[in-house]
């Protein structure tokens, strides 16, 4: 088993950045690949950001990329979203997942391990 707590999300306004972070415990961290996704109310979880074990290759939804950064710290056990230029349409719960694969998929269904989430709300 392994546990994920995210925390960081919080209101803000458009244009502003936030940094989510993500603890993890229980089996060895970097036997996963770890990722992000989010869930606005009434609609799908939603694929964000994914890193490999070792944090050599990540990717990005498209409507991320070059907005959001992913990172992970095999030492402190955590995975972090640094999320710029935040847009109202990024509103919804953001989760951190672990991936036993080292090829993580962008469905959620093949993810392993869930977090509660954080919920981050963006106004315009």
């Known amino acids: 088993q392994v546990q994920l707590v995210e925390s960081g999300g919080g209101l803000v306004q458009a244009g502003d950045s936030l940094r989510l972070s993500c603890a993890a415990s229980?089996?060895?961290?970097?036997?996963?690949?770890m990722g992000w996704f989010r869930q606005a109310p009434g609609k799908e979880r939603e694929f964000v950001a994914a890193?490999?074990?070792?944090?050599?290759?990540?990717n990005y939804a498209d409507s991320v990329k070059g907005r959001f950064t992913i990172s992970r710290d095999n030492a402190e056990n955590t995975v972090d979203l640094q999320m710029n230029s935040l847009e109202p349409e990024d509103t919804a719960v953001y989760l951190c997942?672990?991936?036993?694969?080292?090829?993580?998929?962008?469905?959620?269904?093949?993810?392993?391990?869930w977090g509660q989430g954080t919920q981050v709300t963006v106004s315009s």
């Open positions: 229980g089996r060895t961290f970097n036997n996963y690949a």
């Open positions: 997942a672990a991936d036993s694969t080292n090829e993580p998929k962008r469905v959620a269904a093949f993810w392993d391990y």
């Open positions: 890193i490999s074990r070792i944090g050599g290759k990540t």
